[in-house]
């Protein structure tokens, strides 16, 4: 029942049957367009793929607030940029393990995870696991042992640099066509060592913000920490990304909080917007991203959306001081993936 395959042959059904007793063709009903999107997004493979980033893109998910969107955004993001033919690399930093969940990679204690790599001896290629959604999403699942790792890593050398040096030796050791284009890291809703090593790890921020009361609220925080890390610990970072979400265009007060955002941080915020929709929280329930539970939802196609937009961004961006990136070639876009019809 909860095959996406199996729901898009049931909407279709579904309609072919109204369709046909209404004794019409209704293209215009919901379901057909559901269906229509629903097709769009599955078949995103032969469709033309996003295009690739300049340069392998390390984007930290940061806001120290919880249940604003980091996780859900982070794992649908990157089935999206999967999907559309971009190799990417979910990095779970919270203990909680939530984007694991959504990505079907069991975190259960003991599982090979983020906090071998980050406070143990391992690489993160050793602790890199596959995932259902697509070949091209791989995922470093978070256990709970991450839980200690706060204090564990006080200890530890070069504490704040641990995730950076591991992505890089990571994106080395791998030959070019296997790097990712994208490695998104989920951040646990803290200002902790975790989420500074995501901050020193990462060349970008983006800062999904809910449309909601008090969504502001705690941002300087947040937007002081970057430039600290800035300052004194990665000069490259920077906020590139605002992502609205669970937008509910049904009240006065999300209009005006998006207002607010887009007035506060102008072009840094996508035009797309995520909407509140019930099915964005029940995929996880399955092991699940929006996109494979419900493609045709308005939650998965504003998040493949949102992830166009973020891969348009990409093409062109500016050079980075990071010599531990250096020489590290972006890997080729599958040519498979690009659509028959471009090329009649
Ligand atoms: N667009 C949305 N529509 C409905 N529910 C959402 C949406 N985005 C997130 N949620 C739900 O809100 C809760 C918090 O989201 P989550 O991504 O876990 O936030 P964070 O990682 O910032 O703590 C989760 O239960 C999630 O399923
Ligand atoms: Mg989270």
Do not use: W
């Not at 007793?21 to 209704?26: I, Q, W």
């Not at 699942?141 to 704040?160: F, M, N, Q």
């Not at 961004?313 to 980075?320: A, E, F, I, Y």
């Not at 990071?322 to 020489?327: F, I, K, Y």
């Amino acid at each position: 029942m909860t095959d996406p395959g199996e729901r898009l042959r049931s909407s279709l059904a579904a309609d072919q049957s109204s369709s046909s007793s209404a004794g019409m063709a209704d293209f215009d009903s919901p379901i057909a367009m559901e269906a229509m999107r629903a097709t769009r997004v599955l078949h995103a493979a032969d469709q033309e793929p996003f295009p690739a980033p300049n340069r392998i893109r390390v984007i930290t998910i940061a806001n120290q607030k919880g249940g604003v969107g980091k996780t859900t955004s982070t794992v649908n993001l990157g089935v999206a940029l999967a999907l559309y033919g971009l190799r990417t690399l979910v990095i779970d930093l919270d203990p909680q393990g939530n984007a694991s969940t959504a990505l079907g990679v069991e975190h259960t204690v003991g599982t090979p995870s983020v906090y071998d790599a980050l406070v143990g001896d391992n690489s993160l290629g050793e602790v890199v696991h596959p995932t259902t959604a697509s070949p091209k999403l791989l995922c470093v699942p978070a256990t709970i042992d991450l839980a200690g790792a706060e204090i564990e890593l006080v200890s530890v050398v070069a504490r704040e640099h641990r995730l950076r040096r591991a992505i890089e030796a990571y994106v080395h050791e791998l030959p070019p066509e296997q790097r990712p284009h994208y490695v998104l890291i989920d951040c646990p809703p803290s200002l902790g060592l975790l989420t500074l090593n995501a901050l020193v790890a990462g060349d970008e921020v983006l800062i999904p913000i809910q449309c909601e009361y008090y969504a502001l609220e705690g941002l300087g925080q947040l937007l002081n920490n970057i430039d600290l890390v800035r300052q004194h610990l990665n000069p490259g970072i920077a906020v590139r990304t605002i992502l609205l979400t669970m937008y509910d265009g049904r009240t006065k007060l999300a209009d005006q909080v998006a207002d607010e955002v887009r007035n506060h941080f102008g072009e840094l915020v996508l035009p797309a917007v995520i909407p509140r929709n019930v099915r964005v929280s029940e995929a996880p329930g399955y092991g699940q991203s929006v996109l494979t539970y419900d493609p045709g939802s308005r939650g998965s196609t504003s998040y493949v959306e949102a992830a166009r937009q973020l891969a348009e961004r990409g093409v062109d961006l500016p050079p980075l001081d990071r010599p531990g990136m250096a020489g590290v070639a972006v890997p080729p876009v599958a040519q498979h993936a690009v659509s028959t019809q471009e090329s009649s």
